[in-house]
């Protein structure tokens, strides 16, 4: 009888394994949210990005480069391009956007225009003071990278890189904390052009 008491009790004292804790956790999740306003629990649901970049940080390891490589590839599959095949919109537009945090919360309207929060993370241009930098200075962007001219067939691999980059980071980084604007419908199509706009418009202050 002593033996399966022992075993009984080191059952009970050995740690959770990752699989318990993953479900308790989502558990707790599903249990402490709720939907209200546009804000819905679908938010918890975890596409396969997340989900492999979530299980990379819980383990404390990098991917491996291919599994890196195949979640990118994944992911550009996900980009739409241009309807119109024009890429740049108004910059002035543009500042407004990347100046707004405002948008998918429980009390935003379905029908408000999101922000970009560009700010939280980037500096952009001078004449903004007050800006993060989690991300890297994107003052002058398009001036550093050769773009004089956004429409020339020498800029095409910039715009178009960066085109990708805003509408899903992931195609490139695999597990990038930048928010995915397009692939996850934060900013339309219109409100993107802008932001290549502020970003490579040579008129546009982030290139003076």
């Not at 318990?20 to 938010?43: H, P």
């Not at 490139?172 to 932001?195: D, T, W």
Request: proline share 5%; charged share 25%.
């Amino acid at each position: 009888m002593a033996l399966p008491l022992a075993a009984l009790l080191a059952a009970c004292s050995m740690p959770p394994s990752q699989a318990d804790i993953e479900k308790a956790t989502a558990d707790i999740m599903k249990s402490s949210f709720q939907d209200r306003g546009i804000a819905k629990v679908d938010r918890l649901q975890q596409d396969e990005a997340n989900a492999t970049c979530l299980d990379a940080d819980v383990s404390g390891k990098p991917l491996d480069d291919k599994l890196a490589k195949a979640v990118e590839a994944n992911q550009m599959k996900t980009v739409k391009w241009p309807s119109d095949g024009k890429f740049l919109g108004d910059w002035k537009e543009g500042e407004k956007i990347a100046q707004s945090g405002r948008g998918m919360t429980w009390s935003d309207k379905a029908d408000a225009a999101n922000g970009g929060n560009c700010y939280n993370c980037h500096q952009i241009s001078q004449q903004e003071i007050s800006f993060g930098t989690l991300g890297p200075s994107l003052y002058q962007y398009g001036k550093l990278r050769g773009v004089s001219d956004p429409s020339a067939a020498g800029s095409k691999a910039i715009v178009e890189y960066t085109w990708g980059k805003i509408y899903n980071s992931r195609a490139y980084n695999a597990c990038s904390q930048m928010p995915r604007f397009g692939h996850n419908g934060i900013l339309n199509e219109q409100q993107m052009k802008h932001v290549m706009a502020l970003l490579l418009d040579p008129e546009s202050p982030v290139n003076k």
